[in-house]
Each structure stands twice: as C-alpha cells, then as structure tokens.
C-alpha cells in the first residue's frame, strides 16, 4: 500500500528577516503549517522539511547568515529529514524523490513559502513525476510581486507604491486557478486535517 508524505517547504528564519515579509499574505504560516504537521504525525505519514539556500551570496539566504533554520515554533522530529535546496522545486538539487521513493511514497501534500514560487514550481515537478499532489493553499504565503520592468533594486517603497505591482490575494487566486485539476488537488487546511470535509465550503 502507498503511503503519504508532508513536505514543507521553505519555512525559514531568511524570509522573516526580510522588510517585506510584514506584507506577506499569511501571518499565521506557523500555526497553519504546525495543524497540517501534527496531522500527519498522527496519520504515520512522512514529513520532509526543505530549507532553501544560496551559498556565497551573502543575503538573509547564505547558510552563513545562520537563518538557514525553521522558523521558530517548527522542528522537525527525529526521522523526519530536513533537505536543503538550491533550486526553485525541492526535487532538483536534493535527494526527495530517492526519500520519497524508498519510503514508497505516491501521495504528496506541500505547503510553504512561496506560494507560487517554490510551492508550485515543486507541485508541478511532483505531478510529471507521477505523485498525486495536494496542494495546501492557506498553508502558503506569498508577497507582493513587483512588475517585470521595475528595476531589480527598487525598494520596498516602490514595490508597494506602484500600481503595476500584484497583490498577494490575485497572485494566491492564479496559483490555485493554475493548479487546480491540472497539476494537484487545491486544498484548505481544514480539509486536510479533517476539521471539515472536502469541498464543504465549495
């Protein structure tokens, strides 16, 4: 019989120490992500933690920075491998898929920043791999995403004040308009804890 997995990707200290991280979609990550981790404990599924890093840059995502790390509030258990990364998806420059394949693992839920970044880039590197994804969409959390033309080094300022810039509530409803019933099952936490049942809110 297959078995289900958890992997929670990116929820790290580098994101939190960034300024726009005040303006993230969704303050409660940790409890949402904590819900989703504690129900799968229960269930006996596999949880895998993903860490993103960009060795030798020296930003907020450099190992050296020392916020390579959880956020505070999650931990992973003994027997829970942390993986880190320095792809987009948590399939590329890891081991997850041997992780995941050993422990026959065919069901996959994601949650974790960013929503339509590295959560999604892995949810649709999971479905083409043949995983049944499920993808916990209040269990993200996203930014506000500048346009293409605003310089690379505008500021947090000029991010928010122009008017080109995308709100994390239209980013959030195009990942899941872009996922759902092509690439994963789009889920709530809720539904996924059992709190209510799916579709119940549909």
Same mark, same amino acid.
């Given at each position: 019989?297959?078995?289900?997995?958890?992997v929670?990707?990116?929820?790290?200290?580098?994101?939190?120490?960034r300024?726009?991280?005040?303006?993230?979609?969704?303050?409660?990550?940790?409890?949402?992500?904590?819900?989703?981790?504690?129900?799968?404990?229960?269930?006996?599924?596999?949880?895998?933690?993903?860490l993103?890093?960009?060795?030798?840059?020296?930003?907020?995502?450099?190992?050296?920075?020392?916020?390579?790390?959880?956020?505070?509030?999650?931990?992973?258990?003994?027997?829970?491998?942390?993986?880190?990364?320095?792809?987009?998806?948590?399939?590329?420059?890891?081991?997850?898929?041997?992780?995941?394949?050993?422990?026959?693992?065919?069901?996959?839920?994601?949650?974790?920043? *960013? +929503?339509?970044?590295?959560? !999604?880039?892995?949810? =649709?590197?999971?479905?083409? /791999?043949?995983? #049944?994804?499920?993808? $916990?969409?209040d269990?993200?959390?996203?930014?506000?995403?500048?346009?293409?033309?605003?310089?690379?080094?505008?500021?947090?300022?000029?991010?928010?004040?122009?008017? *080109? +810039?995308?709100?994390?509530? !239209?980013?959030?409803? =195009?990942?899941?308009?872009? /996922?759902?019933n #092509?690439?994963?099952? $789009?889920?709530?936490?809720?539904?996924?804890?059992?709190?209510?049942?799916?579709?119940?809110?549909?």
């Amino acid at each position: 019989m297959s078995r289900a997995a958890l992997v929670v990707i990116d929820v790290q200290e580098s994101f939190r120490r960034r300024p726009i991280w005040a303006h993230g979609s969704n303050p409660a990550i940790v409890g949402q992500v904590d819900r989703l981790v504690d129900a799968a404990r229960r269930r006996g599924d596999l949880v895998v933690w993903v860490l993103h890093a960009e060795p030798g840059s020296g930003t907020v995502f450099d190992p050296t920075s020392g916020h390579v790390r959880l956020i505070d509030g999650l931990a992973a258990r003994p027997g829970e491998p942390t993986l880190v990364k320095t792809s987009h998806n948590a399939f590329t420059t890891t081991n997850l898929q041997q992780i995941l394949t050993a422990a026959g693992v065919r069901d996959l839920t994601v949650c974790g920043i *960013r +929503t339509e970044q590295c959560v !999604e880039t892995t949810t =649709r590197v999971g479905c083409d /791999l043949g995983y #049944r994804m499920t993808f $916990v969409i209040d269990a993200t959390v996203t930014f506000p995403t500048p346009h293409r033309d605003l310089p690379a080094d505008a500021s947090l300022a000029e991010i928010l004040a122009d008017p *080109r +810039t995308l709100p994390t509530g !239209e980013m959030i409803a =195009r990942t899941e308009y872009a /996922l759902a019933n #092509r690439f994963a099952t $789009v889920r709530t936490v809720d539904e996924v804890t059992g709190a209510v049942p799916a579709g119940a809110g549909a």
